[in-house]
């Protein structure tokens, strides 16, 4: 066996090892994303590498890799495209709702940009611009994957209270959204033998006529959740507020302690009470398909923002290797 087809599979069990380690003693680590992608990636690299010394899959391994880049190369882009179109007629023309357009639109003129002669510094621009495309790519999987991982792994029962994050009103009215956060909260605490406290968590926006908190109490009173066991939050605008306001009416004696949010939101927001040190957990409710791609950019953009500086040194490491390589040849 080649050097290469020993070191693959010992360095691809040593990620995921790393992983399990660091799931079981903090899942709400952004990092457990990068280990998974990570061991994903060896692992393939050494299926790949397997697979190739197979001369009848030869055939049909390059079959799929070649469906696979078509997909990657055509179909991404065209249908980041059709959604960005959708979520600007259904969602309105806000910076978030256009996100899947403009990568998209990003896409394709990178990818267009290599059949078009730049000579030696453009094209070494471009193909850098297309190793940082991806990096990102490499973490927004990775994080998409661990998400699923995450809300697969949280608690089920048991929790002395329950905290739903506002997200919007339609004047005075629970929109889709918020009602699907809603009725998630509901059947957790008609679940539980003993019913937990629910709070319900979010200031007044632009164009709402309530609070976002006021308009949730009335929606869980009308779906029969006893008015004692409601408390409101009426002054958050961010989801850090959210979680620290919500803390702060909880009893000391509340230790078991879920978070309601949209499913695209839940690793960001277990992220967040990891980083206000506060020992809650998060879970999901399920959102409009078409609404999803526009929503994961958001948060994914939301978390390579909170941590920017690794986010600048990877940056910087690939331009600069880049620029050496360039320099060089």
Known sequence: MSVAGSVLPV??????????????????????????????????L?????ALHLDWLTPVLFGLL??????????????????????WRR?????????????????????????VPLGRWGSALVATA????????????????????????????????????????????????????????IRLHRRETSPPLLVVSGGRGPGETVTEAEAMHVYLR?????????RREDRARTTEENLRFSAALLPAENRQVVVVTSNYHVFRTAVECRRLGLPFHATGSPTARYFLPSALLREFAALILHY??????ACVLIVGAGLLVTILT
Not at 46 to 50: A, E, G, Q, S
Not at 80 to 85: H, I, Q, R, T
Request: with cysteine.
């Open 11 to 44: 360095a691809a069990t040593v990620a995921l090892l790393v992983f399990a380690v660091r799931l079981a003693n903090e899942p709400r680590r952004l990092g457990n994303a990068v280990w998974l992608g990570v061991a994903m990636l060896l692992t393939a």
């Open 46 to 50: 050494w299926l790949l590498r397997t």
């Open 66 to 87: 070649g469906a696979v880049v078509v997909v990657v190369a055509l179909g991404l882009p065209i249908a980041l495209l059709f959604n960005g179109v959708r979520m």
């Open 91 to 115: 969602e309105g023309h806000s910076a978030g709702n256009l996100l899947s357009l403009g990568l998209g639109v990003g896409l394709i003129v990178l990818e267009a940009l290599f059949f």
């Open 130 to 185: 297309a190793v940082l495309a991806c990096y990102f790519g490499f973490l927004f999987v990775s994080l998409l994957g661990y998400s699923v991982v995450y809300s697969r792994i949280g608690r089920r029962g048991g929790f002395d209270a329950i905290i739903v994050l506002g997200c919007g009103l339609d004047g005075d009215r629970v929109p889709p959204l918020l009602a699907g956060r809603l009725d998630r909260a």
């Open 222 to 230: 009308e779906h029969g959740v006893p008015e004692d066991l409601i």
């Open 308 to 313: 920017r500086r690794t986010t600048i040194a």
